[in-house]
């Protein structure tokens, strides 16, 4: 059972490099959620799709940007890389249902640091 | 604006002990609160949630209390053992929405 899958786990980057943060799931899930986790913060939740070719911004989305072309894929980019950026980046998707009930599931992160 | 504040930051306890992680939310449009655990490396995992309808829950050793007019919501882990040893996050959201705001994490230690 694979679940939710994240690639890369871990990148180091330079300050104005962009990447991308490949999400994916086999559950046949509508949502997916972009969080990220910080020390002493929690998880914030910076992009969310409700479907396929929808995105919605969360509480942090500056600096981010999302796409959501396939149900089972959701990407994360980051355009300039920029040291506050560095973080443990969590994937996570769910049913319609399960978001009604707190119910979702996520990856095992991707932590990327911002040199 | 931490919409989910949640205590302590960090807690050990010996094992058998009942550690309580406590979380207080403002906005009352809130009606779904469950709670995630998280081992090391791992992402965040359901553990157990509430519906503001009930004051507690239980799901084997795990319970949640509920105070609506107080706005605030505890996990209660009884006979606690080393397993447990965790990052223990609150959240609160609404079960019509998508989104749901997470606390800041509290980090347990059971000792043997």
């Known amino acids: 059972n694979a679940g939710v899958t994240q690639t890369p786990k871990f990148r180091v980057l330079k300050t104005g490099q962009s990447m991308t943060l490949l999400c994916a799931q086999d559950m046949n899930h509508e949502y997916m959620y972009w969080y990220r986790q910080d020390p002493g913060m929690g998880l914030r939740l910076i992009h969310y799709s409700v479907g396929e070719g929808t995105t919605a911004k969360g509480e942090v989305p500056d600096g981010y940007n999302v796409s959501r072309l396939k149900k089972q894929n959701f990407l994360l980019g980051l355009e300039s890389a920029a040291p506050s950026q560095t973080s443990v980046y969590f994937c996570a998707s769910s049913s319609p249902r399960g978001a009604g009930s707190g119910e979702l599931f996520f990856g095992e992160g991707s932590r990327l640091t911002v040199l | 604006q931490q919409q989910v504040k949640q205590s302590p930051q960090s807690l050990i306890v010996q094992k058998g002990g009942i550690p309580i992680i406590n979380c207080a939310y403002e906005?009352?449009?809130?009606?779904?609160f469950p709670w995630y655990q998280q081992f090391p490396g791992k992402g965040p995992a359901l553990l157990i949630a509430i519906r503001p309808d009930v004051s507690e829950k239980k799901e084997g050793r795990f319970t949640i209390s509920f105070n609506k007019s107080a706005k605030q919501f505890s996990l209660h882990i009884m006979d606690s053992q080393p397993g447990d040893s965790a990052t223990y996050f609150c959240?609160?959201?609404?079960?019509?929405?998508?989104?749901?705001?997470f606390g800041t994490g509290t980090s347990l230690t059971v000792i043997p």
């Open positions: 959240a609160a959201g609404r079960n019509t929405g998508n989104q749901f705001y």
């Open positions: 906005n009352t449009a809130f009606d779904y």
